[in-house]
């Protein structure tokens, strides 16, 4: 848990975990292989990082 911080501070938080960032976070910027893939409010950036999964995974069923 992280501790309660002023308004107006900036945290950055590196991590694997996506449930980490969304009762700490306002907003967040995904990164897959170094490159920037979505930015923004928590929610928008996450669902966004679920789509592209889902979809990535639907098209490696099928090619399987």
Same mark, same amino acid.
């Given at each position: 848990? +992280?501790?309660? #911080? $002023?308004?107006? @501070?900036?945290?950055? +938080?590196? @991590?694997?975990?996506?449930?980490?960032? #969304?009762?700490?976070? @306002?907003?967040?910027? +995904? +990164?897959? &292989? &170094?490159?920037?893939? $979505? $930015? &923004?409010? #928590?929610?928008?950036?996450?669902?966004?990082?679920?789509?592209?999964?889902? &979809?990535?995974?639907?098209?490696?069923?099928?090619?399987?």
């Amino acid at each position: 848990r +992280l501790p309660q #911080v $002023a308004a107006g @501070t900036s945290i950055v +938080l590196v @991590t694997h975990h996506v449930e980490e960032i #969304v009762p700490v976070f @306002t907003h967040a910027l +995904l +990164l897959r &292989g &170094g490159a920037k893939q $979505a $930015a &923004g409010p #928590v929610g928008e950036v996450l669902r966004r990082a679920l789509k592209d999964r889902d &979809g990535a995974q639907a098209s490696n069923s099928v090619s399987a």
